[in-house]
């Protein structure tokens, strides 16, 4: 069946295609081959170029052929005359190409047409050239027709052919002249306009720069000028002098991005040469701009400057790409390199074609082929190198969730023990008598808790570069979020044998509002990084702020006098997994990674950190975060008042809560941890140790809260959610399901949230931050 579908397919795709190629073939056949249809108008026209004299400044007849070219006179003018033969039967136009003339036409004595744009043109002193269409009639046959052509230019004696017909038949004339040049090249700008969105477009989501983004400035270019060198143009725009102009300054900005281009193209190898180029060329179109508005100099005279910026870039293009030819670096982009060299044999034939033909306008047709064919290579390169880039994409999105997915594993593997031990050694500490068991008990919790920082610290670090902290706003009391940082870093200073003082203003707010333990999490970091560093000493923490636009600018420095940075090393401070200059020749606990996720950190709060430093003698941290002002009343002098450590529950506390709760976990030893810190409270604790033991006491039993653990063998926590709220006459229906789990790596907390969880409890688990999350769902 796969093998009859997969030749049906194709075979409908080779017929499709072969019904597509006779129809673009019969309308190629038939344009050069079928007889023209149209019988809704006159298009008639016929060559009238022949019998023409160039009358002289002395008024001596001189016999020409039309086309030519002819040395105009002292005088700048050009006279024609011939004796007119018209249409009998109807009107008809005289229709030539002005080559950038004024021209004036008489019929005897009668101004019978004249044309200038001295009184419309907004600058230059020549008239742009164009198709003129003189109006004749019956009663003009036998008279002498004289034409004055008037200018100084580069035009002037270059006479073009002669057309006699209706008007609409002389347009349609030009047009079938050009038609495919015209084509090809709005086909052309079309794709220039798309490179450069394109190339705009991934520099912003990507933050690459594509060589289809100068190609594409280059092409839009190229097509202007082509489109403005037609004699079509006419037919465009209603001011067609203006877009003449844009001959001259779409050629003169044509080498700057050609050039912007192949530097692109070559990967800055090549850039002063390029560089220097593009300097050059932005100044003389500059250059020729000023003159034009300031000196009354015509545009037309920077087409010298024009072809040799062009003739420039080229000839470097070739220069640079003989070396990159033999070091074998045009593999990089070598579909742009055959474009660029089709590119070129169409360039030299166009110039032979001009060479040979000497025309009026420039019919670029071969060089507008030229270009689509590099530009539809540069596509191809583009596409080729999007989809690498997709792929480097897509394997770093990989890596990522690889990485997650580690450090979700490690995170429970290495916190599920954590939490047992510290949960155990907390009994030990809260129900020994023995001094040495207790002093050996606090050098666990000790080990415990540096251990559970250095994890914390890593995980940390992998959230903040993935992007998935949040900063959370709440309402804090300033005070409060002082003490706690003071007594967080205390113990570990008086063990140092540090003095530790804090410099606090009085008259700052009293409540503010921000993320405050993203706040505590960065000032405990300095503290700490702090005491790590002084070897004997003291610790100053300053707490000072700056009122602007109705937020409080906190101000919070961190001074010590410990071993200092060298100046050449302070740029590096925050760089992941470093020590500097004196730091990594002692021997200094943690990861190093403390400073990192400080500056993460206050850059999140749209906060700015600094230091100052001076080797051997201590160092000043200074981190400045806005924080809106919920209070204008003052906080006061600072005092840690009688309850010294608010982070640390009391063995002797009152915990004034009563309910019943079920703990679910595969891990015996968690369950036996959650029951003893909560054994001296009136928390009835019920638990279970796979999810199957869960659904039959949540079937008997109603609880107030119920913590499930995630990763279980069979039955996972999330499985027995599911389970849970499809049970029928289920008692704990609208009973806060909590999850808690060793699983606090990138966004653990808001993908549980969104799974339907109530709320997210890390392992190990706090205490203090049990009893809280207790207290908010047992009124």
Not at 219 to 240: H, K, S
Not at 290 to 313: M, R, Y
Not at 494 to 512: C, G, N, T
Request: include cysteine; hydrophobic fraction near 45%; aromatic fraction near 10%.
């Amino acid at each position: 069946m796969k093998k009859t579908s997969t030749f049906l397919y194709g075979l409908i795709l080779i017929v499709g295609l072969l019904i597509f190629t006779f129809v673009v073939t019969l309308l190629f056949v038939g344009e050069f081959t079928l007889p023209d249809e149209r019988t809704f108008t006159d298009l008639t026209v016929e060559n009238y170029s022949d019998g023409w004299e160039r009358i002289h400044w002395d008024g001596s007849a001189e016999a020409i052929t039309l086309p030519g070219t002819y040395e105009p006179e002292d005088s700048h003018e050009f006279v024609l005359r011939k004796k007119l033969n018209v249409w009998e039967d109807r009107d008809s136009y005289l229709s030539f190409n002005s080559n950038k003339q004024d021209v004036d036409v008489y019929l005897g004595d009668e101004l019978r047409y004249s044309f200038s744009t001295k009184d419309t043109r907004i600058f230059g002193s020549n008239t742009p050239g164009t198709m003129v269409f003189i109006p004749l009639h019956p009663s003009d046959n036998g008279k002498t027709i004289k034409i004055v052509l008037t200018g100084d230019n580069n035009y002037s004696g270059i006479l073009d052919e002669f057309i006699l017909g209706t008007q609409q038949g002389i347009v349609m004339h030009v047009y079938s002249r050009e038609r495919y040049t015209l084509l090809f090249t709005l086909f052309l700008l079309v794709l220039g306009v798309i490179a450069f969105i394109i190339g705009v477009s991934v520099k912003i989501a990507y933050q690459k720069t594509l060589s289809l983004f100068f190609i594409g400035w280059a092409m839009i270019c190229a097509g202007m000028w082509a489109l403005a060198e037609t004699d079509c143009r006419q037919f465009f725009v209603p001011n067609f002098s203006l877009l003449s102009y844009m001959t001259y300054l779409s050629l003169i900005m044509l080498p700057y991005t050609v050039a912007l281009y192949f530097d692109c193209l070559q990967e800055g190898r090549y850039r002063a040469l390029y560089m220097g180029l593009a300097v050059l060329e932005e100044f003389s179109a500059v250059v020729a701009i000023l003159l034009q508005f300031f000196n009354n100099t015509d545009l037309i005279g920077i087409l010298p400057i024009a072809f040799v910026s062009i003739g420039l870039t080229m000839l470097t293009y070739v220069i640079t790409v003989i070396p990159d030819i033999i070091q074998g670096r045009v593999k990089a982009y070598w579909l742009e390199f055959v474009g660029i060299c089709g590119a070129i044999i169409m360039g030299i034939m166009q110039m032979f074609d001009y060479a040979i033909l000497h025309p009026t306008n420039i019919n670029s047709l071969y060089l507008i082929i030229g270009l689509l064919f590099l530009i539809v290579m540069a596509y191809f390169r583009a596409l080729k190198d999007i989809r690498n880039t997709e792929r480097e994409m897509f394997a770093a999105v990989q890596a990522q969730d690889a990485s997650t997915a580690f450090m979700t594993r490690m995170s429970h593997e290495m916190r599920t023990p954590i939490n047992a031990i510290l949960g155990m050694n907390k009994m030990i500490l809260r129900e020994s008598k023995d001094e040495n068991v207790l002093e050996y008990a606090r050098d666990v919790n000790s080990a415990g808790n540096y251990l559970l920082g250095v994890v914390n610290e890593v995980l940390d670090l992998a959230k903040v570069s993935a992007g998935k902290i949040e900063i959370v706003p709440e309402d804090y009391d300033l005070m409060d979020m002082i003490r706690e940082c003071y007594s967080l870093a205390r113990p570990r200073a008086k063990a140092s044998r540090l003095s530790f003082e804090v410099d606090m203003s009085d008259v700052l707010p009293s409540r503010l509002r921000g993320d405050k333990e993203r706040i505590i999490q960065i000032i405990t970091n300095l503290l700490t990084n702090a005491v790590k560093y002084t070897p004997e000493g003291r610790i100053t923490l300053s707490v000072q702020g700056k009122i602007s636009e109705g937020k409080l600018l906190l101000i919070v420095t961190v001074t010590d006098t410990g071993i200092g940075v060298a100046e050449e090393n302070i740029p590096y401070l925050f760089d992941t997994f470093t020590r500097v200059g004196e730091f990594n020749k002692r021997r200094i606990e943690g990861t190093g990674l403390g400073l990192t996720i400080t500056k993460q950190l206050v850059d999140l709060m749209d906060g700015t950190i600094s230091v100052e430093s001076e080797l051997g003698k201590g160092s000043s941290f200074t981190v400045m975060i806005p924080q809106e002002i919920r209070s204008v009343e003052p906080c006061g002098m600072f005092s840690m008042g009688p309850n010294g450590d608010r982070r640390v529950a009391d063995r002797h506390e009152v915990f004034d809560v009563l309910g019943r709760i079920l703990v679910v976990d595969d891990v015996a030893i968690n369950l036996r941890v959650f029951s003893v810190l909560l054994s001296n409270t009136d928390i009835i604790v019920d638990t279970a140790i796979s999810g199957p033991e869960a659904l039959e006491k949540i079937k008997r039993n109603k609880y107030d809260i119920i913590f499930i653990d995630h990763l279980m063998p069979g039955m996972d926590g999330i499985e027995l959610k599911r389970l849970i709220d499809e049970m029928e006459d289920n008692p704990n229906n609208g009973t806060p399901l909590v999850m808690q789990t060793a699983n606090a790596v990138v966004g653990a907390k808001e993908e549980y949230e969104r799974l339907g969880f109530t709320d997210y409890i890390a392992k190990p688990i706090k205490e203090e931050e049990l009893r809280k999350l207790i207290r908010k769902y047992i009124i």
